[in-house]
């Protein structure tokens, strides 16, 4: 034991005098590494530092290693890649650089989300958004227009306001939750159409009413029941509270009945009379019913491909249902008012 501790104490000279020569011969990119390794070592904890154990010296080991590969690709990039002299580096470098930007724009994307604000890359959000503010100046419109219509055209234009503000404030809703969440707001969107789907109902009644003032309450609860079978199958449907299918062709057959009263029944028959007593009101059915027919069938075939064959995903399926909603609400409801405002107009000249 003796001997071995003289030895060293004779050597110990010997390995200061080397290690001083191999310092000496060092560049200062290798002592700027060399003291990198030796804080990285510091870093690694006392367990890794003075490992006991194969396992410990592994781990030792391999973290000295990750620390020195980034080291040597940040190395890599400093002499090849900031001014690249070949064609290939000149890839690489625009690569990694695309990468980096591609990954930052995503997780700001994500951050964005994460707060509940738009972003320009979702189309879904930005269509709930405009649709919203649209419903919220269509309701202003309606009303104040409903003060310088004549009377029996005031109550229809009113209900017509109730029916955007009714949207506009779900769709506030609807676009939250999709933006949170990134998933259909199925909930939302049918107490929406529980509503405001009734007093679109409503409106035919009225506007009919104005030719008929005798006009019995028999065909409103026929577009009533209508209304709320296609809307009820609807939602079992979709939300699996019955069979998808089974579903789907209910909800047909209601919307099919409320096509069959607005072209065959009562209410039809109603209207081809008004042609000869108001054409205005006649005009308005009209494209109320055409809204009916050609504007409503885009929900029909959004629940056939989105959900029941689920060929469109729920981005595509809920920006269809937004622009329907966008036609289907405002849009009739300007049908009323634009009769209305030529009616108003008509009797004006006539006095």
Sequence with gaps: MEQTLAAAKAAAPMVQAAAAHVVNKMSPQDMEFAKEMQEAKMNLGPSLQNPLGPDAVHDRNYAIGVADGVGHYEQDWARKYQNPSTPQDVHRRNYAVAFVDSVGHHEQAAAIHAAGFLNADDPVAISFWIISIAMIAATVFFLMEALTLKTHWKTSLHV??????????????????????GQSPIVYRYIDWSITVPLQMVE????LSAVNPRLGGGMFWRLLIGTVAMLAFGYAGEAGAMNAWAGFALGMAGWGYILFEIFFGEASKVAQAADKVNKNLKSSYDTMRLIVTVGWSIYPLGYFFGYLLGEWGDSPCNFTYNIADFVNKIAFCLAIWWAGKRDTLESMGDH
């Design 204 to 207: 035919f009644y009225l506007i």
């Design 160 to 181: 017509g306001a109730l029916v955007t503000l009714v949207a506009a404030v779900h769709y506030l809703y609807m676009r939250e939750y999709w933006v949170k969440f």
